[in-house]
């Protein structure tokens, strides 16, 4: 698959974060783990985004936030339920 055929298949969604409109592109089984994940919370997709970004930001890895994103939606498939 070449880069711009893999764009395709990306969806972007915009989030207002520390006061800054940034977006950002998943694939869209991620949003869907992201939407599932933030309701099991309680809270909106954009609450969940902004607390991940908080933690990311206050990490010393400095993980870009799609690959936060993914990181944690790849967690949050592979935990327990109970």
Do not use: I, Y
Not at 19 to 47: D, I, M, N, Q
Not at 60 to 76: I, K, N, T
């Amino acid at each position: 698959m070449s880069e711009g055929t893999a764009g395709r298949h990306l969806r972007k969604r915009s989030f207002t974060l520390a006061g800054h409109r940034t977006s950002v592109a998943l694939e869209p089984e991620f949003w869907a783990a992201l939407e599932a994940a933030a309701a099991r919370r309680g809270v909106s997709l954009a609450g969940l985004v902004a607390m991940l970004d908080a933690r990311r930001t206050e990490a010393a890895d400095g993980m870009p936030l799609a690959s936060a994103l993914r990181v944690f939606a790849l967690r949050e498939a592979a935990a327990p339920r109970g």
